[in-house]
């Protein structure tokens, strides 16, 4: 540790570079851990929403109401009409987007909002859904799977862009420790020599610069998992509200097991490109 | 105070233990040693010589003569291209790479340019000796305090090593090569960056660290020391070790091809 100390700037800078290198890496990696609670929720939400016809008079609505209540695995029926449709979109929207304020009120229309089972598998839900398409009311029934799935393509494409920043960060991490441990190594080379003439073994001389670099790595992904939880905290404040309405939950920092794992990483990646970086030391 | 000997730096290789046969042998041999940086122009030729345990040996002569070579090929900065050079029965040359820090802990070396690393103490660059072979601290402090008194720095430990005059530097490396109360203290040069009155002072702690036992290999092209201090000379010339028969003083310098 008193190379540390004694070449503080030097380590200090070096750990600088590691925080934005791990910084990208759980930056990505708290998009697709919220990504990934997104969809789960979304797959899981048992939710589908009947849309009905213009012409659907109310005795249809009803008596498809009390339909609906009498299938298995559907637990609750909700009718919502136009104008609640209008509302629920959200009279913001509407504000700020003066063209939609245009819109009549039965460009939104009404529906029949079912909660069905958590227990439903997706062949029965479509079978469900087949057989109400047939019904003469129902224009069509939405149950978000399209929208599950797209998330599903964005969440492993974000898991494999993660893997991709996984692999440049390790990079990065192994030309930053092993580029300071050189230098660090040039600038002890006395302090090494005397230790060699000393009868000291290579795996003595090397443990300190070992000692640093895992240090370092570690200090680099520490600063960047506390920079995120900073900026993170920061910015839900402000607009948690506006996301979980927008996509129905809050997001969430990366869970304290990936955080400990990272900043694991960052320190065997250190020890890693220091031994790498030692791993000659002369033959004087 | 002696070091258990359990604690003792052995020579070993490969796991295999110290022989006590070898305290019957003579410390150092050089049989036929060779070696050559350019091709043609070698700088030990066949070189013999025989060092005895508790000897003073002043090895000499001219610049390239090859006195740091020898010193090198014994603590294995460099390999013999051909011969044997036997220490403590062993011979250096075929040690495994392993086996190395074993063999410099059984060497105390002291060089031209002090080798200390200026921004460690005093303390720190003496205790490090130590520290290698894993002794616990509170003897290291015991050990270190007593010989910073034996080289006349008492009190002195807590100063940086950069700090200190050439003379006092020189005095803390030759703590350092005794510290750890190795079998031969090789000395290369090391009063050639002093002033000649702290040449003698130092050549008198290198005669009081021979005077407690030690075997002392001493190079020096300084003809000075020598008459100073008679003892037995080495010359080497010609890539050949020669032993300098003791002369009555006015013959000295004569017999001496420097």
Not at chain 1, 62 to 80: F, M, S
Not at chain 1, 163 to 172: S, Y
Request: proline share 4%; charged share 25%; net charge negative.
């Amino acid at each position: 540790m008193r190379g540390l100390v004694r070449e503080w700037r030097l380590h200090v800078l070096s750990i600088c570079s590691l925080v934005v290198a791990f910084a990208c890496l759980g930056a990505a990696l708290l998009a697709v851990v919220n990504l990934s609670a997104l969809e789960q929720r979304w797959a899981h939400a048992g939710r589908a929403s009947v849309y009905l016809k213009d012409n659907a008079n109310e005795h249809d609505v009803q008596a498809l109401h009390d339909a609906l209540l009498l299938v298995p695995h559907i637990v609750g029926v909700r009718y919502v009409s136009s104008v609640e449709a209008r509302a629920e979109f959200g009279r913001r929207e509407l504000e700020m987007h003066g063209e939609l304020a245009g819109l009549p009120v039965d460009a939104f229309p009404s529906s029949l909002e079912i909660d069905v089972a958590q227990d439903l598998t997706d062949a029965e839900l479509a079978d469900i859904v087949h057989k109400m398409r047939e019904l003469p009311a129902v224009d069509d029934v939405e149950t978000y799977r399209t929208w599950t799935d797209r998330l599903a393509k964005l969440l492993s494409g974000g898991v494999m862009a993660s893997g991709v920043l996984t692999i440049v960060v390790l990079g990065a991490v192994l030309a930053v420790v092993g580029s300071t441990m050189r230098l660090a190594l040039q600038r002890r080379r006395l302090e090494v020599e005397v230790l060699k003439l000393v009868g000291a073994t290579d795996a003595f001389v090397r443990s300190p610069f070992v000692l640093e670099g895992t240090v370092e790595g570690g200090a680099g992904a520490f600063g960047a998992v506390a920079l995120l939880a900073c900026l993170f905290y920061l910015v839900r404040g402000r607009v948690d509200v506006e996301v979980a309405g927008l996509i129905g939950m809050a997001p969430t920092f990366l869970p304290w097991p990936m955080a400990l794992g990272m900043i694991t990483l960052g320190a065997a990646l250190g020890a890693l490109a220091a031994l790498l970086s030692v791993r000659t030391l002369g033959t004087s | 105070m002696d070091l258990p000997e359990r604690l003792r730096p052995m020579l070993r290789a490969g796991g295999s233990r110290f022989s006590r046969d070898a305290a019957s042998r003579p410390i150092l041999v050089f049989e036929g040693v060779h070696k050559s940086y350019r091709h043609g122009s070698p700088v030990l030729r066949g070189m013999d010589l025989v060092i005895e345990r508790g000897e003073f040996v002043f090895v000499t002569g001219p610049s390239g003569a090859g006195k740091s070579t020898l010193l090198r090929l014994l603590y294995r900065a460099e390999l013999v291209d051909d011969g044997r050079i036997l220490f403590l029965g062993r011979d250096v040359a075929r040690l495994r790479e392993d086996a190395v820090p074993f063999l410099r802990r059984n060497l105390g070396i002291v060089f031209q340019d002090f080798k200390l690393v200026a921004s460690w103490t005093v303390y720190e660059n003496i205790a490090i000796v130590l520290e290698v072979v894993g002794l616990p601290q509170r003897l290291i402090r015991t050990r270190v305090a007593e010989v910073l008194e034996r080289v006349g720095l008492a009190g002195r430990g807590e100063d940086r090593a950069g700090v200190l005059s050439g003379g006092e530097q020189q005095r803390v490396a030759i703590a350092r090569a005794i510290v750890g109360e190795p079998a031969l203290i090789l000395a290369d040069e090391p009063t050639g960056n002093l002033d000649p009155q702290l040449a003698v002072d130092i050549l008198g702690l290198f005669g009081e660290v021979h005077e407690t036992g030690a075997t002392v290999l001493f190079a020096t092209h300084d003809r000075t020391l020598l008459d100073v201090r008679p003892r037995r000379v080495v010359v080497l010339d010609d890539g050949r070790a020669m032993d300098v028969p003791e002369v009555v003083e006015d013959e000295y310098d004569n017999r001496l091809p420097l």
